[in-house]
């Protein structure tokens, strides 16, 4: 009877001991991954920061203020008067204050457009034509929004013998120029504000495993009853 008793003690143990060990890895290996992910969180959180300063100060450098005009009530009243319909205006108003925010700078760039939908009549880059053309030039050679893009029917310039450009296009390429690059500060600043928020959700689940692993690491056994 007490070999038998022996025997089953021994090939219960075995089991134990594997079962044992295999928890403690799950464990650490706990320990392992909140280390992992809390590093990772607080890098992310720190370039995040460092992202949006970056976008802060390049920003500042521009010395951009806005204008009296950029309210929402004088552009609305602005667009109207120029006959703009089908637009959208902005909302928010930066008169008077420092571009400095990805926020501020993406504002901004929306009233620059509707200033230059202003200065073109309503019309687009894409509507107008190359060239300044001429008062007599064919309808069929004319674009929507005014000028032409056949050379024949252009202004030349008697100095270069070129034809000449159409101003209010060109006005498009600047304005597209300026806006394109803060819409990208604005894409660069969200891009930081959202590397901190991944980096503080990897922080909260780094230290989420360090608890887990802790209660599991410290866990009471209760020990197997033998027969």
Do not use: C
Not at 136 to 150: M, Q, R, S, Y
Not at 199 to 224: D, T, Y
């Amino acid at each position: 009877m007490s070999t038998i008793t022996a025997g089953n003690r021994v090939e219960t143990a075995t089991p134990a001991r594997r079962s044992d060990l295999l928890r403690k890895l799950f464990e650490w290996g706990g320990f392992a991954a909140g280390a992992i992910l809390v590093t990772f969180g607080v890098v992310a959180i720190v370039m995040g920061f460092s992202g949006r300063s970056t976008v802060a100060d390049s920003l500042k450098l521009e010395r951009i203020t806005g204008t009296p005009d950029i309210t929402p009530a004088l552009i609305a009243k602005e667009a109207k008067e120029a006959g703009l319909t089908g637009v959208s205006l902005p909302t928010k108003s930066v008169a008077g204050m420092s571009i400095n925010s990805g926020d501020r700078a993406r504002t901004f760039a929306s009233y620059m457009r509707i200033h230059a939908l202003e200065a073109t009549g309503g019309y687009t880059y894409a509507q107008m034509g190359r060239f300044q053309a001429k008062p007599d030039a064919p309808k069929a050679e004319l674009a929507i929004g005014g000028g032409t893009d056949n050379p024949q029917w252009a202004f030349v310039d008697t100095a270069t013998k070129q034809p000449v450009a159409n101003g209010a296009r060109n006005l498009w390429v600047t304005e597209t120029a300026l806006t394109t690059a803060l819409n990208t500060s604005y894409m660069a600043d969200r891009l930081g504000l959202f590397g901190i928020v991944v980096g503080i959700a990897l922080l909260l689940s780094g230290i989420g495993f360090f608890v887990l692993a802790f209660a599991a690491l410290h866990r009471k056994q209760v020990p197997a009853r033998s027969y």
